[in-house]
């Protein structure tokens, strides 16, 4: 036996590609996924130097961003129609695969990317997009990268990476009833702030993570970069294993035995030593509400926005008060919403879908609500439909819509208007990301679909039956 | 890329934390697909009101820092959104040096791909800088070469930067044009797979 190594140190050495002291380590990447808002800069910069897509094989592209989610034929805005036709040309002519906007895999391409297996442990995977980490759920080593980055693995396949610090982020016990995986990653950050991950991987551990679905690990490592983090992943386990048998772009048989005994043999050494390791309570972690403009100003449900005497940089919170429309020292149970998005990258996967429609069942969205669901792929969608969640959403007073990152950016014409206040199960709380003057609360899909019914913030475990 | 080694320039004092890549650049602005013009769209939410017209509250629309092409900010900055057009937009208004205590990963490489020098300096040397800027104009001098910030009056700091990134900056090198040196390296553990 070598010495004992952590997930990171056993893919990083495997994806090597060059060496050289005091220098960034050139790394192979398996898998690039490339959306239509953050690549047409890089194929540009191929066209322009005469470059060549390497590995069109191992690049995978979808639309996303800009897509409308009520009628896809009706895009209002040119730009973001030449965007997305200008993605269809690249793939063209490069041989990508494309699922365009009526492609049965279209769909948020960190739903996608696991929906069809393209995800698998041991890969290096990147896109030009933050929420990249959503893929180390499965023990892949994936983050968000830059559009001249996006240009760079376009042409050579490769990335330069200074090797990263490994922080274990270790949870100990289990979630209670009506706790979730984002209440817990909400916690997480809200706990060690929202720079604490700059430099790391994280690596998630503890019992709570073990019993966590994939569905439920995907939400958490998605949300690493709001942590400040490179990446965040999960040592791979069974769950993980069964999740990705059958999948479309996993071999069958025999190849795939070999191939889950090559993934289990990646998990973490028992003994393996990270750079850091912080520690958290699962037990401890109730029903979380962001009150404020970044993802680490967070409470549980049952308390209140700060007191400005007790915080850390009081002009920042002052600031971000002000801007949420709230006092200090305010009850979150007391925050009143108009608006309510069940979808995202984060949370938009069919057990959220699932755990939402089964508050919301049998109930209606309070009057002067706005509330809508976007699924994050077109197959949760018909997958839902089938199990008949679209029709309990429906009778309940919810819109029902096709699938894209939708409101979580408010790119297309799902916005939350200015002064709007919305309960979100998106990943960010910034001024302005709904829309321009829009106030935004990161909850959990059982936490947004309760505040949908009641018009206000409850704690969800009022609904116990139905979530126990 | 074009090299950068030295820039004297003006100073613009942004004392806020975790300033984020959707408030350097609001996500309405990211549908075009050409890498210039977005210098007009920078802050854009921070620097007009919901009319189109510019904020009296937001300081970069002050006389005093037209011309502005050094940005002081607080910790964590450019954090979020792996948007490009961020320093795209940074550049594109002028900026060239970029100093807080920290920054999020990914805008940091970000930077150094467009010719942006981000400078990491501690909260406690960057006070003086920050109120001094705030109060008055205030020029700054950063030499790449020789990893240093001067102030015109005698006061000066020394930063770290990697030297890859730095030789990079110095040199104005295509990453990709670098990399392509290694493609017999490529090749070969393509094969080896």
């Not at chain 1, 036996?1 to 140190?9: A, C, L, N, S």
């Not at chain 1, 972690?285 to 940089?313: A, F, H, K, R």
């Not at chain 1, 919170?317 to 998005?341: K, W």
């Not at chain 2, 770290?160 to 070969?188: F, M, V």
Request: with cysteine; net charge negative.
């Amino acid at each position: 036996m070598g010495k004992p190594e952590t997930i990171v140190d056993k893919i990083w050495k495997k994806h090597e590609v060059h060496k050289e002291e005091g220098r960034p380590d050139l790394l192979y990447i398996d898998l690039h996924l490339v959306h239509e808002v953050t690549s047409p800069q890089a194929f540009e910069g191929l066209r322009i130097n005469n470059r060549k897509v390497r590995r069109p094989d191992l690049t995978y592209a979808t639309m996303d961003h800009n897509v409308p989610t009520k009628n896809r034929d009706v895009i209002k805005d040119q730009v973001a129609q030449n965007q997305m036709e200008t993605l269809k040309k690249n793939c063209e002519d490069n041989g990508i695969k494309l699922a365009d906007m009526y492609h049965p895999d279209q769909g948020i391409v960190h739903v996608i990317g696991p929906q069809l297996g393209l995800t698998q442990p041991g890969k290096t995977i990147v896109c030009g997009d933050s929420h990249t980490s959503t893929h180390g759920a499965f023990g892949a080593l994936a983050f968000g990268i830059g559009t001249s980055e996006v240009e760079h693995v376009l042409a050579t396949q490769t990335i330069w990476q200074e090797r990263p610090k490994t922080m274990q982020v270790k949870v100990e016990g289990d979630l209670g009833p009506g706790v979730t995986a984002k209440d817990l990653i909400l916690a997480i950050i809200s706990k060690f702030g929202v720079r604490f991950g700059t430099g790391y991987v994280l690596e998630y551990t503890g019992e709570a993570v073990r019993n966590l679905s994939m569905e439920g690990r995907m939400t958490v490592c998605n949300m690493s970069i709001e942590a400040g983090a490179r990446a965040g992943l999960i040592s791979p386990d069974e769950t993980t294993v069964e999740f990705l048998k059958g999948k479309e772009y996993v071999p069958e048989g025999e190849a795939f035995d070999e191939l889950a005994e090559e993934w289990l043999q990646l998990a973490t050494d028992h003994d393996a030593v990270y750079d850091k390791t912080v520690t958290i309570n699962a037990e401890e972690i109730e029903p979380q509400v962001s009150w404020g403009t970044n993802p680490g100003m967070c409470v549980p449900v049952n308390g209140t926005t700060p007191d400005l005497n007790e915080v850390d940089y009081r002009e920042d919170v002052e600031r971000a008060l002000e801007y949420m429309g709230l006092e200090q020292n305010q009850p979150i149970t007391s925050i009143e919403i108009d608006h309510v998005f069940i979808g995202s990258c984060t949370n938009s996967r069919l057990s959220d879908l699932q755990k939402a429609a089964a508050i919301v069942k049998g109930k209606q969205v309070k009057s002067g609500v706005r509330a809508i669901v976007v699924p994050g792929s077109f197959s949760i969608k018909l997958q839902a439909e089938k199990e008949g969640l679209d029709t309990i959403f429906k009778d309940a007073g919810f819109e029902w819509r096709e699938a894209g990152c939708s409101m979580c950016l408010a790119m297309n014409d799902d916005v939350v208007p200015i002064g709007g206040r919305c309960a979100s199960t998106s990943n960010r709380n910034f001024e302005g990301r709904q829309g321009n003057g829009a106030r935004t609360h990161l909850v959990s899909p059982e936490m947004a679909a309760a505040a949908a019914i009641e018009g206000h913030f409850v704690d969800v475990r009022k609904y116990a039956e139905l979530v126990g | 890329m074009e090299a950068i080694n030295t820039h004297k320039g003006l100073v613009y004092p942004l004392n806020r934390t975790n300033i984020d890549t959707d408030q350097i650049i609001p996500k309405q602005f990211l549908k075009r697909i050409e890498r210039t013009g977005f210098g007009q769209f920078l802050f854009y939410h921070w620097r007009f009101d919901d009319d189109g017209n510019k904020r009296s509250d937001f300081s970069l629309n002050n006389a005093e820092y037209q011309g502005a092409s050094i940005l002081l900010a607080g910790e964590n900055f450019g954090c979020g959104s792996s948007r490009e057009h961020a320093p795209w937009a940074l550049a594109d208004y002028g900026f060239r040096v970029i100093i807080a205590p920290s920054f999020a990963d990914i805008f940091y490489n970000n930077s150094l791909k467009n010719g942006i020098i981000p400078i990491k300096i501690a909260e406690s040397e960057l006070d003086e800088w920050m109120k001094a800027a705030e109060d008055s104009q205030l020029v700054l001098d950063v030499n790449l070469e020789n990893q240093s910030i001067t102030d015109g009056n005698g006061k000066e700091i020394h930063f770290d930067i990697p030297e890859y990134h730095k030789e990079k900056l110095l040199n104005g090198w295509d990453d990709i044009d670098l990399t392509l040196h290694q493609e017999a390296k490529i090749s070969a553990y393509e094969a080896a797979r």
